[in-house]
């Protein structure tokens, strides 16, 4: 029998697309729970202490998922789900305890925020040597990349200089 470890593509083994969906999404509510979170990480990509009120509130969530978390039965491996909660409690739980999870079990430089020109979002940089900038190269990598091409461009071969009726440069 093969044995199947379906979180061994992510080191954390979390499955993290849809909080960063939520976290990264632009119309974030200021002062929601998501925003609590998406703060949290924010802070860690800045290198940047916690706030008090930012703390207690994710305490809070993640006080309150916890309360919920039970180990699954007849699992084969250690797996958790959260009983007794649904709807938008239920995900901004999951969502508490995902961030809760990255504190502990991810190298915390490895979170990231965009490079990109106006660009908010936050990643987990999953590349061997750490050197991801980007939330997505297709979209801000690629912005960035063709205006250091044009800027490059532009030094080895500068605009020509406009000449005087008489010829000469200016
Ligand atoms: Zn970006």
Sequence with gaps: MVAIFPGLCHPSGMDLEALFEAINDEELEPNSDLAVLREILLSVSLRKNF?????????????KAHQHRRLKPSSAEIEFELVGISGQLRKISEFALQVEDILVTVDLSRVKKCEGDECEALFIDESKNKSRKWCDMAHCG??????????????????PSTKNKSGVIE
């Excluded at 706030?51 to 006080?63: I, S």
């Excluded at 990349?145 to 500068?158: I, L, Q, T």
């Design 51 to 63: 706030d008090t009120r930012t703390m207690k509130r994710f305490g809070e969530l993640t006080g």
């Design 142 to 159: 690629m912005l960035r990349k063709s205006k250091v091409f044009y800027d490059n461009h532009r030094r080895v071969n500068p605009v």
